[in-house]
Structure formats: C-alpha cells, structure tokens
Nanobody, 117 residues
Framework: VQLVESGVGLVQSGGSLRLSCAAS????????MGWYPQAPGKQRELVAL????????NYADSVKGRFTISRDNAKNTMYLQMNNLKPEDTAVYYC???????????WGQGTQVTVSS
C-alpha cells in the first residue's frame, strides 16, 4: 500500500484544517489506518485510528472532541478533520496503514501543520 498526503496548512489558534491521505495498491487488505503527528524533538504518536474491519475509531485524549478521522472508501482516501486547533498541535502529520496477513506498515510522506497563537 502506498500513501500520499495532502493538506499542508498554516492556521491560527482556534482554526480548522483537513488533511487527506490517498491510498493505492493492496487497499482491500487494509486492517487499520491512522494519523501520527511528530512535533520537533518528539516521537510520533498515534492520535486517531480507524479500523477498516468494522469502522470503529479511537482518539488520543489530547484530540478527543476536536479531531475526526474518516474514510471515503470509493476514493480510498482517509481524512483528518481538525477543529479548534491549538499551537501544541503543530507537527508533521504522518498517515499510516496496516495491511496484509502479516500486518505490514506503510507511511505517508508527512505534511506540516503549523498553528500560530
């Protein structure tokens, strides 16, 4: 599975932004997709996860109520709608896909999100 992200943005605190992650390849074998922001000097952390099996979603406490993960199956595209953005949300956001019988992992190229105060 190959992933291509879009949605680079610079927004003010309290603003909104939507990121996209288009998947191609063995998309029928997807197990789950997620979003991982990586702030400078920090590790990537999972903030939103979408199961391709049952459509369930999970969010980190830091983004609950503000971020929404979704997927358009017809377009093989995953989205992250981010509302009420805060300066601490500033990071490079990576999308990830788990697929195949061995749960292979694929990463997008990353997209910069900057939230100014």
């Amino acid at each position: 599975v190959q992933l291509v992200e879009s949605g680079v943005g610079l927004v003010q605190s309290g603003g909104s932004l939507r990121l996209s992650c288009a998947a191609s390849g063995s998309t029928l074998t997807l197990h789950a997709m997620g979003w991982y922001p990586q702030a400078p000097g920090k590790q990537r952390e999972l903030v939103a996860l979408l199961s391709s099996v049952d459509g369930s979603t999970n969010y980190a406490d830091s983004v609950k109520g503000r971020f929404t993960i979704s997927r358009d199956n017809a377009k093989n595209t995953m989205y992250l709608q981010m509302n009420n953005l805060k300066p601490e949300d500033t990071a490079v956001y990576y999308c990830n896909a788990l697929y195949g019988s061995n749960l292979w992992s694929s990463w997008g190229q990353g997209t910069q999100v900057t939230v100014s105060s």
